[in-house]
C-alpha cells in the first residue's frame, strides 16, 4: 500500500479499456521474410551485432510473423478491449516510397486485424514503432524534410486498406526516444550521431510528419471511419531531487520541456511551438559556441498553427520518474542536446529496481504528470499507451504485479482528479526484443521461450492478475490467482 492512499475502493468505470502493447520489429521476425524490405534497425544490428547486450538479434525474434494467431488467443485469455501493434513500413512498402508494394505485407496486417475483430479485440495501431525502411534512411531518414510527404504517402496506403477496421492510430512511437538515441547519438538505430543538431532537426520533420497524416485522416477519412489518430511519446515523470525548493524546481520544469515538452507543446498546448525555455537556451548556447543560427530549427507561424491541436489524443508511455538537479559545469559533450538541458538525474532511494537499469517503480510520478498535462494542456485526452516492467525470465513475477498495482491505483487517483483517460495498456503482451538489450529484460505479461521452434508462450502471474483487474475493475492488492492456468481449459 502506498503512503500516500487512503484505502478508499476506486473503480474503472465500463468504458474505460484495457489493452497490452507490443511493436513489429520487436516480435514479428520474419525480417526479409515475403518481400520485406530492411529496416534501420536490421541494418543497426547485422552490420555490429555487438551493439545488443546478449549478442540476439530480432531476426525471428517471437516469430508472431508466423504465430499471430496465438497471440490474439492470449489477449482472449486476458479479457482485454484492445491490442495496440505496429505496421512495420519496410514490410509493406520495402523501399519506404509507395511505388513498390509488397502485398504479401499488407495481407500480413489484415489477416492479423480480422483475428482480433474475430474475437472482439479492437486494433490500436501504431505507424512507425522505431523501424524505419533502411531506404529511406539512406536519403537522410528523419534529417530530410521530403520523409513529410514519404511518410504521407505510406499513411494513405494504410488507411485506404485498414481505415474501415482500425479506429484507434497512433502515428509514431516515441518520436522523442527516435531523435535523441538514433540521430544525436548511435546509441540506436540508425545511429546518426549527429550532436547537437541531430535531435532537433530530426524533431521537427517527426512533428511535422505527424500532423501531415492527422490533416490526412481529419480531412478524408474522419467522417467516414470515425476514427482518431494520436501519438505516442515518451513521458515519465521528472521531479526535483529537492522538494521545496525554487531553483531544483525550475531544474526539474527545464527538463520536462527539454525531454517531452518539445513534442507535446507544439501540439497541445495553447501557444504551440517548442518550449520558450528550449527555444531561449538552445538561442543562447548556439550564439555562444559560434553558430549563425540556433541549432534548435524555428518553425513558421504556419508550421506552429498547423501542429497545433493535431491530435485527436496523446499517449503517454509512462514507465519510471527521475530525480532531477542542475548539472553546473556540463558533464555533457557540447554541443549536444544533453548539454542544453544539462541536468543530473537519479532515482528515489526507496524505488524497486527492475532488471533495466532505468526503469525503477515510482507510481507516484504517473499521478504528478497526469496533474501537469492537466493544468499545462487543459485535460487533453489521455491514452496510457504503454507502463511496465522488466524481469528476468521466470513465470512468478511479484515484482510486475506490485508495480502494475502501483500504477492503477495512481491512475484512478488521477481520472478521481479528473483526467480523461480512455484506456490504459501494458507494455508487453509477451516477452519480446528489447531493442540494444536483446531478450535479458523481460517485459511480458506472457514469457516467451526463445529456444523453442514454437516460441512456447506461458501465462505469468501477472497475466493472471492483470485479467482479475480487467474483470473486477478494481485494483485488489491482496488477490492472488489459484494457479497459473489462464487458459481454463
Ligand atoms: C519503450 N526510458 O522504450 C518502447 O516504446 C518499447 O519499444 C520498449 O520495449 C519499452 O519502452 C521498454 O523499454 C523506452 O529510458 C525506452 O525511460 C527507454 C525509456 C522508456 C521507454
Redesign the pocket.
Known amino acids: 500500500i502506498d503512503c500516500w492512499s487512503d484505502n478508499k475502493q476506486r473503480k474503472f468505470k465500463n468504458d474505460f479499456l484495457f489493452g497490452a502493447a507490443s511493436?513489429a520489429y520487436?516480435i514479428e521476425g520474419g525480417w526479409d521474410a515475403h518481400g520485406k524490405g530492411e529496416s534501420v534497425w536490421d541494418k543497426f544490428i547485422h552490420d555490429k551485432p555487438s551493439r545488443v547486450k546478449d549478442g540476439t538479434t530480432a531476426d525471428v525474434a517471437c516469430n508472431s510473423y508466423k504465430f499471430y494467431k496465438r497471440d490474439v488467443e492470449m489477449l482472449k485469455e486476458l479479457g482485454v478491449d484492445y491490442y495496440r501493434f505496429s505496421i512495420s513500413w519496410p514490410r509493406l512498402l520495402p523501399e519506404g516510397l509507395a511505388n513498390i508494394r509488397n502485398e504479401i505485407g499488407f495481407d500480413y496486417y489484415e489477416n492479423l486485424i480480422d483475428e482480433l475483430l474475430k474475437n472482439e479485440i479492437m486494433p490500436m495501431v501504431t505507424l512507425n514503432?522505431f523501424d524505419l525502411p533502411q531506404k529511406l534512411q539512406e536519403l537522410g531518414g528523419w534529417m530530410n524534410e521530403d520523409i513529410i510527404d514519404w511518410f504521407e504517402d505510406y499513411a494513405k496506403l494504410v488507411f485506404e486498406r485498414f481505415g474501415k477496421k482500425v479506429k484507434y492510430w497512433i502515428t509514431f512511437?516515441?518520436p522523442d526516444?527516435v531523435c535523441r538515441y538514433g540521430y544525436e547519438t548511435d546509441f540506436f538505430a540508425p545511429g546518426v550521431n549527429q550532436k547537437g543538431t541531430g535531435e532537433y532537426t530530426c524533431a521537427k520533420n517527426i512533428l511535422l510528419a505527424h500532423a501531415r497524416v492527422w490533416h490526412l485522416y481529419n480531412k478524408e477519412y474522419k467522417q467516414k471511419y470515425k476514427g482518431s489518430v494520436g501519438i505516442a511519446v515518451?513521458l515519465?515523470w521528472f521531479d526535483p531531487l529537492k522538494n521545496n525548493d525554487t531553483e531544483h524546481a525550475e531544474v526539474a520544469e527545464r527538463y520536462r520541456q527539454f525531454t517531452f515538452g518539445l513534442y507535446t507543446n507544439p501540439i497541445f498546448s495553447k501557444e504551440g511551438d517548442f518550449p520558450a525555455v528550449v527555444k531561449s537556451i538552445v538561442a543562447k548556447k548556439s550564439k555562444e559556441q559560434g553558430y549563425t543560427k540556433s541549432r534548435l530549427p524555428s518553425l513558421t507561424s504556419e508550421e506552429i498553427k498547423y501542429l497545433r491541436g493535431s491530435a485527436d489524443f496523446l499517449g503517454i508511455?509512462h514507465?519510471?520518474t527521475v530525480l532531477v538537479k542542475d548539472a553546473k559545469q556540463s558533464t555533457h559533450e557540447a554541443p549536444s542536446c544533453f548539454d542544453d538541458a544539462n541536468v543530473e538525474s537519479s532515482y528515489g532511494e526507496h524505488w524497486e529496481k527492475s532488471k533495466?537499469e532505468?526503469l525503477r517503480s515510482a507510481p507516484y510520478g504517473l499521478y504528478k504528470a497526469c496533474l501537469w498535462l492537466n493544468k499545462n494542456y487543459d485535460y487533453p485526452t489521455i491514452f496510457i499507451t504503454?507502463n511496465?516492467w522488466s524481469t528476468d525470465a521466470g513465470l512468478v513475477d511479484d515484482s510486475r504485479v506490485r508495480n502494475m498495482r502501483g500504477y492503477l491505483d495512481a491512475l484512478l487517483l488521477a481520472i478521481e482528479d479528473g483526467t480523461e483517460v480512455l484506456g490504459y495498456t501494458v507494455?508487453?503482451l509477451m516477452d519480446n526484443f528489447?531493442?540494444t538489450s536483446g531478450y535479458s529484460e523481460r517485459?511480458g505479461l506472457y514469457e516467451v521461450d526463445f529456444e523453442s521452434d514454437q516460441r512456447t508462450r506461458t501465462a505469468r502471474k501477472s497475466a493472471l492478475v492483470y485479467k482479475q483487474i480487467i474483470k473486477s475493475r478494481i485494483v485488489e492488492h491482496g488477490w492472488e490467482p489459484k494457479s497459473l492456468d489462464i487458459s481454463g481449459k
Do not use: D, P, R
Request: charged letters at 10%; zero cysteines; a negative charge.
Open positions: 511493436a520487436q514503432h512511437n516515441q526516444t515518451s515519465n508511455n514507465y519510471t533495466s532505468w504503454e511496465g507494455w508487453s528489447e531493442w517485459f
